[in-house]
T-cell receptor, first 115, second 115 residues
Framework: SQKIEQNSEALNIQEGKTATLTCNYT??????LQWYRQDPGRGPVFLLL?????KEKRKERLKVTFDTTLKQSLFHITASQPADSATYLC??????????????FGKGTKLSVIP | DAGVIQSPRHEVTEMGQEVTLRCKPI?????LFWYRQTMMRGLELLIY????????DSGMPEDRFSAKMPNASFSTLKIQPSEPRDSAVYFC?????????????FGPGTRLTVL
């Protein structure tokens, strides 16, 4: 069966360090992968998208990698700040064809950046 | 644009009662999604619509759940009768469509508690 795993439920990191979150999947052939941020009491907010033929994508302090051989995506936040504390979700399209727009989400990793 | 609007934000009801959750997607978006989020199961897709037509309702847990989209600016998710295990946060999301990688914009969610 299809499965998405995010490496840990919680990750604590010191301010200024690089946070690395992992998303592994099995039995998927996604065309793309997305990362979302969710703050308490709010809906997820889109951060980055990476396609299957892209190795890396960057946006300001964020970097995402996508290895379709390992079936893994890494999400990095460099120079982390307490304001980066949130839950981060990875999401994969279901690979059911163009225009399906159906996403399957991981359970998320709660990141805490300690001042 | 005001973003995706959901109401109510919180709902407390007793087992057996009917519950109706409401959603207004972003104007012009062709796709609307209903999700449920719990600690145990994470964020799960229940049903999605394209141009007001239900496309995939395979995530709807059982016949007690129903969803409608009478027009492009309004959708409802109804639970009748409600049960304590339905307690969760329900999110509505919308996306523009027209491509293969459109990101989803989430509403603030409705926190449902069934006593």
């Amino acid at each position: 069966s299809q499965k998405i795993e995010q490496n840990s439920e919680a990750l604590n990191i010191q301010e200024g360090k690089t946070a690395t979150l992992t998303c592994n999947y099995t039995n998927y052939s996604p065309a793309y992968l997305q990362w979302y941020r969710q703050d308490p009491g709010r809906g997820p907010v889109f951060l980055l998208l990476i396609r299957e033929n892209e190795k890396e994508k960057r946006k300001e302090r964020l970097k995402v990698t996508f290895d379709t051989t390992l079936k893994q995506s890494l999400f990095h936040i460099t120079a982390s700040q307490p304001a980066d504390s949130a839950t981060y979700l990875c999401a994969l399209d279901r690979g059911s064809g163009a225009g399906s727009y159906q996403l399957t989400f991981g359970k998320g990793t709660k990141l805490s950046v300690i001042p | 644009d005001a973003g995706v609007i959901q109401s109510p934000r919180h709902e407390v009801t007793e087992m057996g009662q009917e519950v109706t959750l409401r959603c207004k997607p972003i104007s012009g978006h062709d796709y609307l999604f209903w999700y449920r989020q719990t600690m145990m199961r994470g964020l799960e897709l229940l049903i999605y619509f394209n141009n007001n037509v239900p496309i995939d309702d395979s995530g709807m847990p059982e016949d007690r759940f129903s969803a409608k989209m009478p027009n492009a600016s309004f959708s409802t998710l109804k639970i009748q009768p409600s049960e304590p295990r339905d307690s969760a946060v329900y999110f509505c999301a919308s996306t523009l469509g027209g491509g293969n990688t459109d990101t989803q914009y989430f509403g603030p969610g409705t926190r449902l508690t069934v006593l």
